[in-house]
């Protein structure tokens, strides 16, 4: 059976919670363990089942993983036996094609599944198998698997057709071990693909321009061990804050980097939440109505498609109408139905949505559709009337470390009830 969340709205938020370690950022970072043979110490990795996923992936090739104290995590890939990564376990995280790049970088082959259908619409590999293939992989699609072969790579200039952020993760970590320079042309420039380079700078990669849209790599021989903290995850301290916002109260946030969170701050402010922040903290209140804020969903550091599902929910209890553009992902309304049976306000044409602010939800039963969506029903619930139960979170688990427990410490009426406790 599957795990709910009861939310019974209506209590502001206060108190302080830690924000965990970025999903986005641990996922790569683990996958960099295949580059070496050496001890990869990583502190700060989330507790999610996406990480659970990549650390039974790379566990399957052979790369010895233990998990310590406070999120800690230490990996030796010094007997990689199995270098694929397969369809059972690519088909729930699409983020395995991660392995791709440093498998053949390494080891000079790879058979990665096809990742097939995601809620959220294609995100093409294309663009990774086209940059490879520029650093001279040779490249073929057997039996759904991306199959890549490659004695040495070599050193070339890779311009993405767009702004992929595990295009350019797949392609960095490819590149530091090729033979001569490498510069990623289009490249994307998230506090994420930062995170990687850095570790890999760590590890001795020659890197420079990482953060800026043209990233320059000089080959090396090999690579060594290294520690390295995982930054913070933006879009779960952005997801916090909206649903102060939308509930009301005041919050602080620990282990938190306002400098990453970019365009989300600026719109939270925009709808009236008074915002403070200091070295690795960020305050959060808010005590009247949200004000309607609109945007257009863009790479980094435009608004992120991340927190468009949160700041919707927000908008549905805010003053005024908003207008919301989601130009990444075409499938990324899929909560937008769930918020309408709470009584939102929301009408969709194409790619634009028009959220005409309510004055209260009720609550209701709601499925969530993917991780971000799952996020707004939550916040929905805190700001509505009576009681609201979230199905399918195991949506929300992938990507959020223990959300009803934070929550709770915040004060908020939310319990995770299991199959046997459903009403």
């Known amino acids: 059976m599957m795990d709910k969340l009861r939310i019974t709205g209506g209590s502001p938020l206060h108190g302080e919670i830690s924000i965990s370690g970025a999903k986005n950022s641990a996922l790569p970072i683990l996958c960099a363990s ?13 507790h999610l089942n996406d990480t659970a996923t990549m650390l039974r992936l790379l566990g399957q090739m052979g790369v010895h993983a233990e998990r310590g104290e406070d999120g800690v995590v ?9 270098r694929e990564a397969p369809y059972e376990l690519v088909k729930t995280m699409r983020a395995s094609i991660l392995v791709l790049g440093p498998l053949v970088a390494r080891f000079g082959e790879a058979r990665v599944s096809l990742p097939g259908g995601c809620s959220i ?40 057709d767009m702004v ?7 392609l ?19 506090p994420e693909v930062v995170d990687l380079a850095e570790l890999l700078i760590k590890m001795g990669a020659r890197i420079q321009g990482h953060g800026t849209d043209r990233i320059v790599i000089d080959g090396v ?21 909206c649903a102060v916002g939308a509930a009301g109260g005041d919050i602080v946030l620990r282990n938190t980097d306002a400098g990453i969170l970019g365009a989300t701050l600026d719109k939270l402010v925009e709808a009236g939440l008074t915002i403070e922040t200091g070295p690795g903290w960020i305050r959060g209140a808010m005590s009247s109505r949200p004000r309607a804020v609109g945007f257009r969903t863009q790479e980094y550091p435009g608004f992120a498609t991340d927190m468009q599902a949160q700041v919707m929910a927000l908008n549905a209890v805010a003053e005024g109408t908003s207008v919301i ?16 049976r709470m009584g939102a306000d929301i009408g ?19 499925m969530a559709t993917d991780l971000r969506a799952s996020a707004s029903l939550v916040i929905a619930g805190l700001a509505a009337e009576g009681e609201t139960l979230v199905d399918r979170i195991y949506h929300l688990d992938r990507g959020y470390d223990q959300m009803e427990v934070k929550l709770r410490a915040l004060g908020a009426n939310i319990q995770r009830v299991t199959g046997k406790e459903q009403p």
């Open 348 to 366: 969709i044409e194409g790619h634009t949505a028009t959220v005409r602010g309510v004055q209260r939800l009720s609550g209701a039963t709601v």
């Open 34 to 46: 295949l580059l070496t043979a050496d001890t990869l110490a990583l502190s700060n990795v989330p």
């Open 121 to 160: 619409g294609q995100r093409p590999v294309d663009q990774h198998i086209k940059g490879l293939a520029a650093l001279g992989a040779e490249i073929s699609i057997e039996h759904g698997f991306v199959v890549a072969r490659a004695k040495r790579l070599k050193g070339a200039s890779v311009r993405t």
């Open 325 to 340: 553009e989601e130009t990444i992902f075409e499938n990324r309304y899929m909560h937008v139905q769930e918020l309408r």
């Open 164 to 170: 992929t952020v595990t295009g350019t993760e797949n």
């Open 172 to 190: 960095l970590m490819a590149a530091v071990l090729a033979e001569g320079r490498t510069v990623l042309e289009n490249a994307a420039r998230e």
């Open 221 to 241: 021989d090999s690579l060594h061990g290294a520690e390295h903290r995982v930054i913070s995850d933006r879009i779960e301290a952005g997801t916090f804050l």
């Open 74 to 82: 230490t990996l030796r890939a010094d007997k990689v036996g199995k």
